[in-house]
Structure formats: C-alpha cells, structure tokens
C-alpha cells in the first residue's frame, strides 16, 4: 500500500554535490525508520545511511561518513539524502526504502522499496 519514488539522480563530475527525495505515498511513516542503498553493477547491494522514525538517529558506513548526510522531513513523507564530494566509485543505483522498525541498519528489516534513481559520477 506504501509507495516510495525516487528522485534526484543524474550524471555529475567528481567533487560535485547531489541531493536525493525519496517521496512516500499511501501512508504516513512518522514512526518508521528509513534508508538509502546503494546497488553498483555486479555488486551487492549495500547501505548508505540510515535514519531513525523521529530522525534523532543516523547511521553511516565508513566509506559514506563525512560526504553523504539523510534527513528526513515527516510533515512532507519526505527522506533526502545530500552526497558531496562524489567520486566514481559512488556511481550506483539509489534506492530509498521503509521498515516497520523505528531504525535499524539492516537491509533485510526494510519492507517497501523504491525503485531508485541512477547516479552517475565521472572522472
């Protein structure tokens, strides 16, 4: 019943900067934790960052920490995710994602996905 689009994504040069939406509709998430991911051609799919329901939690990797930053504002169902710095290696697919848990940092909690927006970073 919950859908999530994503918006945002395009191609940029290293050392830019790109802001992501994720836009959920069919249901408030005010109390649900979201997520960006991040899936790279013939590679696994892994987390950018984290945020908890009342957006007081924020969760990182170590290669994301320092450049990318979620935030989320509930009054919009919106969830963003800012990237600076982006380097090559960050070219992937996005995709911004709900769980019925108030945070988790586990890809496997999350429930509804979107369908993700390409980022595309050149050297």
Known sequence: QVRLVESGGGLVQAGD?????CAASGR???SDGMGWFRQAPEKEREIVAV??????RTYYPDSMKGRFTI???????TVYLQM??????DTAVYYCAGTDYSYSPYPSHYDYWGQGTQVTVSS
Do not use: Q
């Open 51 to 56: 945020i908890s329901g009342s957006g007081g």
């Open 84 to 89: 600076n710095s982006l380097k090559p290696e």
């Open 17 to 21: 900067s790109l802001r992501l939406s």
């Open 71 to 77: 935030s989320r504002d509930n009054a919009k169902n």
């Open 28 to 30: 408030t998430f005010t």
